[in-house]
């Protein structure tokens, strides 16, 4: 089992965020593991993470037995970032509820219960102050039209967030909600359902993540979006 207090998950590693991830704690002397949706997608998680693992988070049995793997790999990790998701595009009349289903698991069911299959090695006195961040976005301080679903997913995930804060705060374990605007990551061109509308020019990765990780150093609760 390896002494682990330093390390930290990333899901969805491969992602034009969760990669900027990776590469600030590699470079800070963490060591990281990192999912990725699929087995072609493991090539955009950078080398240095040589603990990887495909992530499907709608298959819950994948989920408990990539965590067990995790477990049993390491007594403790010091942070779990949740940089995985989904966008879709849809008035309500007109959503597709399998698909919005789907994106309510891929956004906020699966990254929840990895929290929760991680419990034991978060919430230890090895790890006096572990974290759990999750980018729930601009939405949930605003709605947008024609994201009905895709809000609900993200105010869904803000609001176990805000539960596991309080409820894990008896072990010292911070939860990160990070409100960020639209950022410039290439998900809007590949949404699970629908179309965007023309946005705006997006925040600029590198700034975000720069911006978040100062967060984490801090161990705020919220990272609001007039905060990048």
């Known amino acids: 089992m390896t ?3 330093n390390t930290v998950l990333i899901l969805g590693a491969s992602g034009a965020v969760g990669s900027r991830f990776a590469q600030r704690f590699l470079a800070a002397g963490t060591n990281v593991i990192g999912t990725a949706s699929n087995q072609s997608a493991l090539a955009k998680i950078p080398s240095g993470v ?5 992530l499907d988070l709608t298959d ?7 965590c067990g793997d995790i477990k049993q790999k390491h007594e403790a990790i010091s942070g779990v970032v949740i940089a995985s998701g989904v966008v879709g595009f849809s008035n309500v009349e007109n959503t597709n509820l399998d698909l919005a289903a789907k994106m309510m698991t891929i ?11 991680l419990f034991s090695v978060l ?22 039209p024609g994201m009905s679903s895709y809000t609900a997913s993200k105010v869904a995930h803000s609001a176990f967030l805000s539960s596991i ?7 010292k374990v911070t939860a990160i909600d990070v409100r960020l605007g639209h950022t410039e990551t290439g998900l809007a061109d590949h949404p699970l359902f ?10 600029d990765p590198d700034h975000a993540v720069d911006v978040i990780m100062a967060g984490i150093a801090n161990r705020v ?5 007039t905060d990048f």
């Open 50 to 54: 040589v603990e990887q693992y495909v």
């Open 60 to 66: 819950f049995g994948q989920i408990v037995s990539v």
């Open 123 to 144: 919430a230890t006195n090895q790890v006096p102050n572990s974290f759990v961040l999750g980018m729930t976005g601009v939405v949930v301080e605003q709605n947008f």
């Open 107 to 117: 956004n906020h069911l699966g990254p929840a219960q990895v929290v929760s299959e």
């Open 3 to 5: 002494d682990s207090a």
């Open 221 to 225: 609760s919220v990272i609001n979006s």
């Open 194 to 203: 629908g179309q965007a509308p023309n946005m705006p020019t997006g925040f």
């Open 165 to 171: 804060g309080k409820e894990w705060r008896r072990y």
